[in-house]
């Protein structure tokens, strides 16, 4: 069984519907969605690590849904109000137009040389299973029992600095660089024009080189999974709403436990 500091927990399928029903805050999706309508597509993960999914798409549980037809976030919100998933995702290539990916099919390998991708977000995936822990051993151990998605505090603030340091670090070489809490740990994202064509081997290089200082997921960075977590969604698995820091100073004092701006309402009054 996984655990994580105290007052993070599964959702049930009664507070998803809940979240996405009154919290799920569609003007700020459409603000972030902006000019990239056509460029950008979702998926929603119903219930891989909770095991908790609505029995009308109990066949999807571990399966990733692929949502390309949408005009706006109201859109989103109906899929998310008719599956109730565990975690909502982007995907972080970018498309000339997204409803061209249904010619083909979904296919990851296809889209490295299709003439519909014109580039990838360029992200590192912080996470705080993999710090080494002097509590709770490293992310090897962990898997061993079963409880590789566990963390503790000082994990948590571990990846919180690294995190800090991280941004600063890219914003010598990038201008648009963002940090996103995940509802585990965070998401250093770049949007710099020239950061859309790097290449797969300069991703993999700058990925080995980075891995050696930060608890970086490799395989994000390489672009090995093209999907990270919706902003302003719910992350089922722990009960924390995915939100971009904007400044230095809250990425200091944050801590999920009890930052307002992450607890859902169904957590605060339970």
């Not at 979240?19 to 999706?29: G, I, P, Q, R």
């Not at 608890?215 to 672009?223: F, H, K, N």
Request: charged share 30%; with cysteine; net charge positive.
């Amino acid at each position: 069984m996984n655990r994580f500091p105290r007052g993070l927990r599964p959702s049930t399928i009664a507070e998803r519907r809940q979240f996405y029903l009154k919290e799920f805050d569609t003007a700020s999706v459409d603000r972030w969605i902006g000019k990239r309508k056509k460029q950008l597509k979702f998926a929603m993960i119903p219930g891989r690590h909770t095991g908790l999914v609505v029995e009308s798409h109990s066949r999807d549980k571990d399966n990733v849904v692929i949502v390309d037809d949408y005009e706006n976030a109201r859109d989103l919100q109906a899929y998310a109000l008719e599956y109730l998933p565990e975690s909502m995702y982007y995907d972080r290539n970018r498309y000339v137009d997204v409803r061209d990916c249904a010619k083909c099919g979904d296919y990851p390998d296809r889209c490295q040389r299709c003439y519909n991708r014109t580039g990838q977000q360029l992200a590192f995936d912080l996470d705080p299973e993999n710090v080494d822990c002097p509590f709770h051993g490293h992310i090897g151990e962990k898997m061993q029992r079963g409880t590789g998605l566990s963390f503790c505090m000082y994990e948590f603030n571990v990846v919180k600095r690294q995190t800090s340091k991280l941004q600063e670090e890219l914003c010598s070489q990038f201008d648009l660089v963002s940090v996103v809490y995940s509802g585990r740990g965070f998401h250093v994202v770049v949007d710099d024009e020239p950061a859309y064509s790097l290449t797969r081997k300069q991703r993999t290089e700058m990925a080995k080189r980075l891995s050696r200082r930060y608890a970086i997921d490799e395989w994000v960075t390489e672009g090995g999974s093209r999907l990270l977590r919706l902003p302003h969604s719910l992350n089922g698995l722990v009960s924390r709403k995915c939100v971009i820091i904007k400044d230095a100073k809250d990425l200091r004092g944050f801590d999920p436990r009890y930052s307002r701006e992450v607890v859902p309402d169904f957590a605060r009054s339970a």
